[in-house]
């Protein structure tokens, strides 16, 4: 079952605008990390952010975490063609302990116009 | 060459087949997983493996079976494919902390006739 519910399920922007992309969970988590698929291509890890932390940044991408809320954004600021490609959350759910291990959400695709 | 390699990178099989996807890391981690993504559903978790002599079913983990054949190598087999098990199959490692997240293969898109 799926831990991670990504929203929205499709985005569309122009080049150059802010893609944002949320993350909804169900359970208490370690962490909470986002990945980055381009077509039918493996995914590649682009940061993670831990339970204790509400902000992070990497580059261009800003990601925040509410645990509160249970929930995450991913902030891509001043976005590429090349930036188009499936974002994934994935969380890390506390009581795995030694034994912990990713539940991916169902993904969102991002396209970015020229 | 890729930190993880997956074998092979296409494969069309009859049903009822036996069938292997390998997968091989240079990562030097520990732990080893098997993840099968559909299209609308996600990447869900097939088989995992903390070490050598450590394996665990995931969440779908009917119809499949794994081997860790060493710290570098982990195998999934399909005993008898069935067309629902058409899907693209990942391979991920990590290290024990997973703090720097998992590392993924290319995948093996599989059919199933």
């Known amino acids: 079952s799926q831990q991670g519910e990504e929203d929205p399920q499709a985005l569309s922007i122009q080049e150059g605008e802010n893609a944002t992309m949320n993350c909804s969970y169900k359970?208490?988590?370690?962490?909470l990390q986002w990945y980055r698929q381009n077509s039918g291509r493996g995914l590649v890890h682009l940061i993670l952010?831990?339970?204790?932390?509400r902000e992070k940044h990497s580059g261009r991408l800003r990601v925040t975490l509410d645990t509160s809320k249970k929930s995450s954004s991913l902030l891509i600021t001043a976005s590429r063609a090349a930036d188009t490609a499936s974002y994934f959350c994935a969380t890390d759910a506390i009581g795995g302990g030694a034994n912990s291990k990713l539940t991916f959400g169902k993904g969102i695709t991002l396209s970015v116009r020229p | 060459d890729a930190d993880v390699t997956q074998t092979p990178r296409n494969r069309i099989t009859k049903t009822g087949k036996r069938i292997m996807l390998e997968c091989s890391q240079t990562?030097?981690?520990?732990?080893m997983y098997w993840y099968r993504q559909d299209p609308g559903l996600g990447l869900r978790l097939i088989y995992y493996s903390f070490d050598v002599k450590d394996i665990n079913k995931g969440e779908i983990s009917d119809g499949y079976s794994v081997s860790r054949q060493a710290q570098a190598k982990f195998s999934l087999s399909l005993e008898s494919a069935i067309p629902n098990q058409t899907a693209l199959y990942f391979c991920?490692?990590?290290?024990?902390?997973?703090?720097?997240?998992?590392?993924f293969g290319s995948g093996t898109r599989l059919t199933v006739v």
């Open positions: 991920a490692t990590s290290d024990t902390s997973a703090y720097y997240g998992y590392t």
């Open positions: 990562k030097g981690h520990d732990r």
């Open positions: 359970t208490s988590i370690n962490n």
């Open positions: 952010i831990r339970s204790n932390e």
